[in-house]
């Protein structure tokens, strides 16, 4: 029986050097961040008379044909779409600017070559289209007034300084993001890791299993992901394989670090974290442990030691 025992000869994890990163936030930032926040004072008002333009929502019936044949998937009924969107296959939605509410319309549109249905890949269409309704979105300057109702400030002023300072924080974020990835990569790259495949095995079918899952949930399959994405099962595997390396390896060294170090957590800490997780899944703690068992009550606290030793390794980082 292959041993699962993970071994690890730590490389140098104090002063590793990273890439210096400065936050950043410019006027344009600002601006298309305060032009988007207006879209939710936006109010929808219908256009009988009016005819169809991009950023309009229009409410069809369709039929689409292949040489003549209407194609299964192909048809639907009371359809809302806003035209740019580019919900549905490249040029379609052009060729409904200028429709008024009633117009039937022919759009003709090939397939796009990599389309995830291979039978139609590549293959001309005509959808005869109903306009049955059209909408457009009005969007109104940005006020005081409106600024009170989509934020929790009172003037446009503030709302600037705040959505500057919102900007700013999220990039704070992602710099430490990185900063993390970063030092965590370089002691990874230059210590001697030693993972049983085995354990590689059991974590890639694990992570193709909550794929797996998650695609159930959200009521698509495997075989129509991999479609899209133009994979084999094959190449997942692989993929996950990777991953799974990759994630155990880091894990590895975060826990060699955290032992190097002598970390720890309290008994409160721990319940701590475990009550942020149960009321994320709307549970009790005590649901949450039954669900997770004491091997995922385990793994919750070897998560606080990694936290601490990746705190840990990114405060001693150098920046270059």
Same mark, same amino acid.
């Given at each position: ?9 730590? +490389?140098? !994890?104090?002063?590793?050097?990273? /890439? ?21 004072? &936006? ?10 333009? =991009? ?9 689409? !044909? ?12 009371? $359809? ?15 060729? @409904?600017?200028? +429709? ?14 990599? !389309? ?31 600024? %009170? ?11 600037? +300084? ?6 700013? %924080? ?20 230059? %210590? ?18 909550? @794929? ?5 949930? &959200?009521? &698509? ?13 094959? =190449? @997942?595997?692989? %993929? ?10 880091? /894990? ?5 670090? +955290? ?5 720890? $957590?309290?008994?409160? /800490?721990?319940? /701590? ?7 994320? $899944? ?29 705190? $840990?390794?990114?405060?001693? &980082?150098?920046?270059?």
């Amino acid at each position: 029986m292959e041993e699962k025992t993970i071994r690890v000869k730590l +490389a140098p !994890y104090k002063g590793v050097p990273v /890439q210096k990163r400065e936050v950043t936030v410019t006027e344009n930032e600002i601006l298309a961040e305060m032009e988007r926040a207006r879209g939710y004072a &936006s109010k929808t008002v219908d256009k009988p008379d009016g005819t169809a333009e =991009m950023g309009d929502q229009v409410v069809i019936d369709f039929v689409g !044909y292949i040489d003549g044949e209407a194609f299964e998937g192909g048809d639907g009924e009371d $359809y809302p779409i806003v035209l740019g969107s580019n919900t549905f296959i490249p040029g379609f939605e052009e060729q @409904l600017v200028g +429709a008024r509410a009633g117009d039937c319309v022919d759009v003709k549109v090939p397939f796009p070559e990599n !389309y995830h249905a291979k039978e139609y890949a590549g293959r001309d269409a005509i959808f005869k289209v109903t306009v049955k309704n059209l909408r457009a979105t009005v969007v109104p300057e940005l006020t005081d007034e409106v600024v %009170s109702r989509i934020s929790p400030c009172k003037t446009v002023e503030e709302f600037r +300084a705040h959505v500057e300072e919102q900007i700013r %924080s999220h990039k704070a974020d992602q710099n430490l993001q990185d900063k993390e990835n970063e030092a965590l990569s370089y002691i990874v790259e230059h %210590s001697e890791i030693e993972i049983p495949e085995e354990l590689v095995r059991e974590r890639a079918e694990v992570l193709k299993n909550n @794929l797996i899952a998650q695609l159930r949930n &959200s009521g &698509s399959t495997l075989e129509t992901w991999l479609d899209y994405n133009n994979m084999t099962e094959e =190449m @997942l595997d692989a %993929s996950a394989v990777n991953d799974a390396l990759s994630m155990l390896k880091g /894990q590895a060294v975060l826990a060699e670090v +955290a032992r190097a170090e002598s970390f720890g $957590y309290t008994p409160e /800490q721990l319940m /701590q974290e475990l009550f942020e997780m149960a009321r994320g $899944y709307q549970m009790t703690v005590e649901e949450l442990r039954q669900k997770i068992g004491e091997k995922g009550v385990e793994m919750v606290g070897n998560d606080l030691l990694h936290k601490q030793a990746l705190d $840990y390794i990114t405060a001693q &980082s150098v920046e270059q």
